[in-house]
Each structure stands twice: as structure tokens, then as C-alpha cells.
């Protein structure tokens, strides 16, 4: 039921609709109180009773999924048990879901109702979300099965793509472990790991690193499941790559010291000392010396201990030297000089040849009365985590690859996901389900003017998970629909948001690219540098080359910074103009550097340029 907002507020339209409802004019109570519920930031003493009589008129006038939509708000998925007749099976499954997530695992009733929402859910051929409860509810036979058959319809599907065949097998490889059929679980790690390293080629190659950065993640998930750790390696070099080149610095730290710690406790010390080296350089190159001094130490310790593990099996003992005087530099590094005698003591007990062992004793006399420096040391985790851990992608993204860009099963997956989201969150979910109920109905024939509708009231949601919907609504044969996915765009900032925003730069129609140019403006965070850079150099379009660049005149990132300049040296005079004028309003210090440091060797005419950029920052080149 599609309404204009309206601009009373929600106690006076409550108490509107409700003398409406008396008078037997539901429908108008009821489109009455959704144009009022846009008001996201109302208290909530005022916005639950509107939502409660919008509930129940809707059901009053059979609209029974948009009743439940209000009962989901109110309640959580508890009630509206008398519309569970007149709505779908995934709105059945959902509900019952809910209740049993609201319930907690240690409650045997939530098995029940996971069960019950799983059969549900097979009902509307949702596999992967029956799959996921069936999971949940720890019934791993019939898990296996419904992940067996996704496999097989992924596999068999026009729309079937790599990653979602990866992401299928690998839940096929883990139910099956949890039969005990490790032959399966075995074939079916091989196919996960093939397509999904398929798909990340893919994707870098098409410039959707993000997507890459999942799948690395899951090769990372699968090498921890099955203790393959290539799998586990190729995995985190890639997501710290990419975290590194994304300037993503504390996700990357994390991701060294964890991948640090599941290779040292496999045994693999030499791997593990090699990644402590790399996170030690890189801590150092972001100025954080404590996480650096830290990794130094870690890295001298693991030497020893790759020493010390090679003469107990009496391996070679040039391994072990070898290891003792990587160990040397390590201590040395961090002004541990007595650490560097003792060493070259150990250096010099080896069996090996007696010149090298008297070279090695000589040495550790020159530091017989060394002492070690005090330095200040910290690990990353210590005092610094994650804002929340990775999500279960091989589950997320499969529903998300099922639900093929609904902006109403998006919606009620927020609407019943409560904890991480704010109520403004919240209600404008539910703003938005109750108008893509209406404009995604199976036997709906929606306007363009609904179809835009439904962008606007997506648009302020900003969750990732909105992207979907807007991805497809981007293919909209109209262009008024499709310039509002535009405009909506540049509110989501996300990698992702990329993607549907280029098709739309080079878009038949003048008013799309221009409402992309300007979402592309805004898409002014760190790790967009890598979709803005390729957008200025592949664009073909002139205005679109120039919003990328006016773009990355605010990204405040080293490579950000080095790119703009270097359009100041070599570009033409409209996009130099096009950094000049932008670059007054930007407030990163790291442009300012790059332009410093290019000054003494620019020609005259780039110098001044250089010496514009300067001064429109206060400061005199």
C-alpha cells in the first residue's frame, strides 16, 4: 500500500487512523500511519503503538505479510500466529526462525521451531536458508542433503557462478564431516577450494577485490576446518594484501598476528617467522614501533626454536646456523645485544666446521658485557580488536545468492536481526518492506514512479546488505529508476557500491551518469582508492574521469595523495583545474606531503600548481 509521507506526527496519525478504523475506513487508517512511518527518529513510546494499530488494520483489510512485517517490529517474531495461513512459507520460516533465535540454542524448543522453519523454508525452495536451520538445529544428515541439491542446482543454473559454487561445497564439505563421511568431506573441500580460487582470479581481475577478499576469507575458514594449512597460507597472504592495499591497517595486524599464531601452533615455525618479518615491516612503515619491536622479538624467538627443533631431530646443522643468525638480526634490530652474544654462544656450539665455530666464539666476546636496551613492545591484539568478527559468508552470501536481490527479504532479515542494528535501523527497514511488499508482489505491475519509490526508501537504510536490492533495481529499464539507484548510491560506502556504479557511469542516458558522477563524489572513504583509481584511468567518459578524481583529492591515503599530484605533473589543464579547485576543500595532510615533495623537481608551470595547492592549505611552497 503505497502512500505519500505524510507530515503529522505519529501520535496524531495513530489517533487519526484509529477513528478511521471505526468509521470502517481502514485502507485510509492504514495508508495514513505508513506515510507517517518514515519519522524514523521518533521515541519509541511513540512509534511501537503506531506500528501496533498499523498491524493490526493491515490484517483487518487481508494485507497478512504486512501485518506480520509490523508484528516482526513489535515483537520479534512472536505472535501472528493467526496470520501464519494467509502469508508465504519464507515468511512462516522467518517467523519461526526468529522465535527460536530469541530463544537461545540451549532451549530444546528452538530445535523444534528451526526444524519446523527449515521445512518451511524447502516449501518456497529456499534451500540454503533451510540448509542453514537445518544446521542450527544440529540435523547435519538432512543439511548435508539440502547443501548436496544446492550444489547440484548452482551447478546445473544459467545464473550459477563460481563463488556460490564454492561456498555450497564447502558447507557439503562440512556436513559431511559431521557424518563421518570423510571421503566426501575430502572431494568436496577439492571442488570448494577450486572454484573459489577461480572466483578470486576472477574477480581481481575485474577490479571487485572486495569479492576477492571473501573468498580468501573462506579459503582461510576451510585450511582452519580441515587443518590444510596451504589453504589457511594462500588465504591470509591474500586478505593481508588486500587489508594492506586497501589501508585497512588494523584488520590487517589482526589478520598477521592471527595467522602468526594458527601456523606456529601447527608447527610450522619457519612459515610463521617469515610472516612475523613481514608484519614487523609493515608495522614500522605505519609508525607503530611498539607492534613492530613486538614482531621482531616474536620473529627471533621462532628462529630459536627452529634451531633448537633441528638439532633434536638432527637435521642439518647449517639449517639451525642459519636460523641462530637470523635470530642475530632480529635481537640486533631491537638493541637486544646481549640476546646477539648468547646467540653467537649457540653459533659457536654447533657441529659445524671449526673455523666458522671460531669465528662465532670471537664474536660473542665483543659482546660480553652488552646489555639490552629497553624497548617498548606491544602486540596489536593486545590492546586493539576487531570491531566484530567476519561473518559466516559461505552461509550469508549463499541466502543473499538465493534471495536474488529482494528488497523484501532483505528488509525482514533486518527487521529480524535486532541486536547489531539501531531502531532507526529498524524502522526504516520496515518502512521499506512494507512499500517492496507492494512493488514486488508476484502479480504487481509496479509503476516506475513505485519503482523509485522503493529506492527512496531503501536509500537510507546505508547497510551492505541493501546493496543487493539496489544492484538489481540498477538494471531497471527506466532511467528515472535507474538515476535514483545513482543518487541512492553514494550514500553506501562500500567497496561494493562500485560495482552497480559503473555500469551506471556509462549508461545510455545523460540524467543516470550524471546523478552516478555525483555519487561517485562522495565514495571519498580510505579503501576506495582502488575503484576510483581504476575509474579515472579506464573511464572513457570525461565527467566521470573528473568525480573520480575529485573524489580521491579527499581520500587522505598515501597512494590517494601520490596519484593527484602526479595529475598535477603530467595531466591537462582541466583535470589540473579539477585538483586544484577540489583540493582547497580537503583536509588530509598527506596531499599536502606528496605535493611538498614534488615541488623542487616540477617544471615551472607544474610548480605552480604545486605552490596553488600549497597555499589553498595555508601554507607557502
Not at 617498548?376 to 580488536?385: G, H, L, R, T, V
Not at 583529492?553 to 579547485?581: I, K, N, Q, Y
Request: with cysteine; hydrophobic share 45%; aromatic share 6%.
Amino acid at each position: 500500500m503505497a502512500a505519500e509521507l505524510s507530515t503529522v506526527n505519529l501520535v496524531d496519525a495513530r489517533q487519526e487512523a484509529e477513528r478511521l478504523s471505526r468509521a470502517g475506513r481502514q485502507v485510509e487508517g492504514a495508508r495514513l500511519l505508513i506515510g507517517a512511518l518514515p519519522q524514523a527518529y521518533a521515541s519509541e513510546d511513540e512509534y511501537a503503538p503506531a506500528v501496533r494499530v498499523l498491524g493490526r488494520l493491515l490484517g483487518e483489510i487481508g494485507d497478512a505479510r504486512a501485518a506480520l512485517t509490523c508484528v516482526w517490529y513489535t515483537n520479534l517474531g512472536d505472535g501472528g500466529d493467526s496470520l501464519f495461513p494467509h502469508i508465504t512459507p519464507a515468511d512462516r520460516a522467518r517467523s519461526l526462525a526468529a522465535r527460536a533465535f530469541k530463544m537461545g540454542s540451549s532451549d530444546g524448543r528452538a530445535m523444534t521451531l528451526l526444524s519446523q522453519a527449515a521445512s518451511e523454508f524447502e516449501a518456497a525452495t529456499l534451500i540454503a536458508q533451510a540448509a542453514v536451520c537445518r544446521e542450527k538445529a544440529g540435523e547435519f544428515p538432512t543439511a548435508r542433503g539440502l547443501w548436496s541439491r544446492l550444489c547440484q542446482m548452482i551447478t546445473g543454473s544459467s545464473e550459477g557462478d563460481l563463488y556460490a559454487c564454492g561456498l555450497a561445497r564447502f558447507n557439503l564439505a562440512r556436513t559431511s564431516r559431521n557424518v563421518g563421511d570423510m571421503k566426501a568431506a575430502r572431494e568436496a573441500t577439492v571442488a570448494a577450494v577450486h572454484f573459489l580460487e577461480q572466483a578470486a582470479d576472477r574477480y581481481e581481475t575485474l577490479g571487485q577485490r572486495e569479492r576477492a577478499f571473501d573468498c580468501y576469507h573462506v579459503l582461510v575458514a576451510i585450511g582452519r576446518e580441515f587443518s590444510t594449512l596451504e589453504h589457511v597460507l594462500e588465504g591470509y597472504v591474500n586478505l593481508i594484501r588486500i587489508l594492506r592495499e586497501d589501508q585497512l591497517r588494523s584488520h590487517a595486524l589482526q589478520s598477521y598476528e592471527e595467522a602468526i599464531r594458527f601456523v606456529r601452533e601447527k608447527g610450522e615455525i619457519s612459515a610463521a617467522a617469515t610472516l612475523a618479518r613481514e608484519l614487523s615491516a609493515f608495522a614500522r612503515k605505519q609508525g607503530m614501533v611498539p607492534v613492530a619491536n613486538n614482531a621482531m622479538h616474536m620473529q627471533a624467538e621462532m628462529w630459536h626454536e627452529v634451531a633448537k627443533a633441528t638439532l633434536a631431530r638432527e637435521g642439518p646443522p647449517e639449517i639451525a646456523e642459519n636460523a641462530l643468525l637470523a635470530a642475530v638480526l632480529c635481537h640486533a634490530e631491537v638493541g637486544q645485544f646481549r640476546r646477539v652474544g648468547e646467540t653467537y654462544v649457540e653459533l659457536g656450539n654447533l657441529p659445524i666446521e671449526s673455523a666458522r665455530c671460531a669465528h662465532y666464539a670471537r664474536a660473542s666476546q665483543r659482546y660480553r658485557d652488552a646489555r639490552d636496551e629497553r624497548v617498548e613492545s606491544m602486540a596489536w591484539s593486545q590492546n586493539y580488536q576487531r570491531d566484530a568478527p567476519f561473518p559466516d559468508v559461505w552461509h550469508v552470501d549463499l541466502v543473499e545468492w538465493e534471495q536474488r536481490g529482494s528488497a523484501t527479504d532483505a528488509c525482514a532479515d533486518i527487521l529480524l536481526a535486532p541486536e547489531p542494528w539501531s531502531e532507526v535501523v529498524r524502522r526504516r527497514a520496515l518502512a521499506a518492506r512494507l512499500t517492496a511488499l507492494q512493488v514486488e508482489a508476484p502479480d504487481a505491475k509496479p509503476t516506475a514512479e513505485a519503482r523509485v519509490g522503493l529506492v527512496k526508501v531503501l536509500e537510507p537504510i546505508e547497510l551492505y546488505s541493501i546493496l543487493s536490492p539496489l544492484e538489481r533495481l540498477a538494471g531497471d529499464p527506466d532511467a528515472t529508476v535507474r538515476a535514483a539507484v545513482a543518487r541512492a548510491l553514494g550514500r553506501f560506502l562500500y567497496k561494493r557500491t562500485f560495482i552497480p556504479l559503473r555500469r551506471l557511469l556509462s549508461d545510455a542516458d545523460s540524467s543516470v551518469k550524471q546523478e552516478g558522477n555525483r555519487a561517485l563524489e562522495q565514495l571519498r572513504f580510505p579503501h576506495a582508492f582502488d575503484p576510483l583509481a581504476r575509474i579515472y584511468r579506464e573511464s572513457t567518459e570525461p565527467e566521470s574521469k573528473l568525480a573520480a578524481l575529485r573524489a580521491l583529492a579527499h581520500v587522505d591515503t598515501e597512494e590517494a595523495a601520490e596519484m593527484v599530484v602526479g595529475v598535477l605533473l603530467h595531466a591537462g589543464p582541466s583535470e589540473r583545474e579539477s585538483v586544484l579547485s577540489t583540493v582547497a576543500g580537503s583536509r588530509g595532510d598527506r596531499l599536502v606531503k606528496a605535493a611538498q615533495a614534488a615541488l623542487p623537481t616540477a617544471s615551472a608551470e607544474v610548480a605552480a600548481s604545486l605552490r596553488a595547492v600549497l597555499k589553498a592549505r595555508g601554507i607557502n611552497g
